[in-house]
């Protein structure tokens, strides 16, 4: 009785150090290339510097990409894959077509990357060191990313159409898409801060501009009717600021808009129309730094959301296609 009880024990012992083992190996963490590729950080960086260098831009697009990878079954760099005759990928889903850029600075990324270590670096980790250095690079917060990603072996067009918060969608119906990704209300208003930078199609603010007046100050709105003409079909990919003071600055400007009346989406707006959201809101237009921390914790929450890793997915040669 004593041994069974004896080696009992020691299967036990066995099986949690398993259990623990697995755990460790399926973790994220920001040294996980440190001996594999220790000059990966200094070549995104140098990469990613040079495509905003040539058009700022594309600091937004590259962190929209980010957001929307994230969104649609976790970070796994799904985004990134072309339809094939076999699955519709995301890229043509309706928050995507037309809109989402920056593969080719990834795909830029990704070659500069198997040059110092082949065959090591995933495209999904690629993706959320790049979005990191963008928002850095254009006057934003810095923060350790934490990396181990593998990627998705497939996309699915259908998610992506589900999955992505709207630009009409109500306070309430983001809170929810938010929070269904374990991602906190105060979560969802930092990381709308990252509207901050980048521009939107006349197609996704049409409707705010022209029939929820109400919400808007009046000269706003009669200044981005200017250029995003009423019917339907007519300029739908004319471009505005989302941040009308500094688009090209990761600053707090964009929560003065919303506290001001001036956001451009009908989903900006919303985070300051009088809801449970306000006084986030106000917080963050007071207190840039406060507005900082937080957007910077929520990326790295952001970024923890299901991940492949392990033996799970695997690491592609080109970003566009699966091995």
């Given at each position: 009785m004593g041994s069974f009880s004896s080696n009992k024990l020691v299967m036990i012992g066995l099986f949690l150090l398993i259990l623990v083992l697995g755990s460790a190996n399926a973790s994220l963490s920001t040294e996980f290339y440190s001996s594999s590729c220790p000059k990966l950080l200094d070549t995104v960086k140098c990469t990613v510097e040079a495509a905003i260098k040539k058009e700022t831009r594309m600091g937004a697009s590259l962190l929209r990409l980010?957001?929307?990878?994230?969104?649609?079954?976790?970070?796994?760099?799904?985004?990134?894959?072309?339809?094939?005759?076999?699955?519709?990928?995301?890229?043509?889903?309706?928050?995507?077509?037309?809109?989402?850029?920056?593969?080719?600075?990834?795909?830029?990324?990704?070659?500069?990357?198997?040059?110092?270590?082949?065959?090591?670096?995933?495209?999904?980790?690629?993706?959320?060191?790049?979005?990191?250095d963008s928002v850095k690079i254009l006057g934003g917060p810095e923060w350790d990313v934490k990396l181990g990603r593998r990627d998705a072996r497939t996309a699915s067009q259908s998610a992506a159409n589900n999955g992505i918060p709207a630009p009409t969608s109500t306070l309430n119906q983001l809170i929810s898409k938010f929070g269904a990704l374990g991602l906190s209300t105060k979560d969802l208003v930092a990381l709308s801060g990252g509207h901050t930078i980048g521009q939107a199609r006349c197609t996704t603010f049409r409707s705010h501009i022209y029939n929820e007046t109400n919400e808007l100050v009046t000269s706003f709105a009669q200044t981005r009717q200017s250029n995003c003409p009423r019917a339907s079909g007519v300029g739908d990919n004319n471009l505005a600021p989302l941040d009308l003071q500094?688009?090209?600055?990761?600053?707090?400007?964009?929560?003065?808009?919303?506290?001001?009346?001036?956001?451009?989406?009908?989903?900006?707006?919303?985070?300051?129309?009088?809801?449970?959201?306000?006084?986030?809101?106000?917080?963050y237009s007071s207190n840039p730094s406060s507005f900082f921390a937080d957007f910077a914790s929520a990326m790295i929450k952001m970024g923890d959301i299901s991940p492949l890793t392990g033996s799970k997915g695997e690491i592609r040669k080109n970003c566009r296609s699966v091995n």
């Open positions: 980010f957001f929307h990878d994230c969104f649609v079954n976790g970070c796994d760099g799904s985004i990134l894959l072309d339809d094939t005759s076999s699955f519709k990928g995301e890229k043509n889903a309706g928050p995507n077509k037309n809109s989402a850029r920056g593969f080719e600075v990834i795909d830029a990324v990704k070659s500069a990357v198997e040059k110092v270590c082949p065959g090591v670096v995933s495209c999904a980790d690629i993706l959320a060191i790049a979005a990191r500094t688009p090209a600055s990761f600053d707090n400007h964009y929560f003065n808009n919303l506290v001001d009346r001036k956001g451009l989406l009908h989903s900006d707006q919303q985070l300051f129309n009088g809801g449970s959201t306000d006084s986030i809101v106000r917080g």
